[in-house]
């Protein structure tokens, strides 16, 4: 069992930064890939950014490549999501999830444990 804990999020301007946390607790999360979603109002959750805590690999969606930047801190049990240049449409609850070693894609399915997310609203 793994436990997931998002902070950071809240009100931006846009062109902003706000910076995610997400600490995990339980089973350990030395192998597995960490992904951060985030799902807007009328929409379907979708995949923005994720690590893997061993090797370091990172995955992007297009529409943050560029501005995101996923990271990790495994002393702290902590991945984190760097977020610059927010714009409006970024505006979303964005979920903290951790999967299996494997890639298996943004598939929601492939990621058993979730955070209880964090609001990001970005004002244009």
């Known amino acids: 069992q793994v436990q997931l804990v998002e902070s950071g999020g809240g009100p931006v301007q846009s062109g902003g930064s706000l910076r995610l946390s997400c600490v995990a607790s339980?089973?350990?999360?030395?192998?597995?890939?960490m992904g951060w979603f985030r799902q807007a109002p009328g929409k379907e959750r979708e995949g923005v950014a994720a690590i893997h805590t061993r090797t370091g690999n990172t995955v992007y969606a297009d529409s943050v490549k560029g501005r995101f930047t996923i990271s990790k801190d495994i002393a702290k049990n902590t991945v984190y999501l760097q977020m610059n240049s927010l714009k409006a449409e970024d505006t979303a609850v964005y979920y903290c999830?951790?999967?299996?070693?494997?890639?298996?894609?943004?598939?929601?399915?492939?990621?058993?444990?979730w955070g209880q997310g964090t609001q990001v609203t970005v004002a244009s």
């Open positions: 339980g089973d350990t999360i030395s192998s597995n890939w």
């Open positions: 999830a951790a999967g299996g070693n494997y890639w298996r894609g943004f598939n929601t399915a492939a990621f058993g444990y």
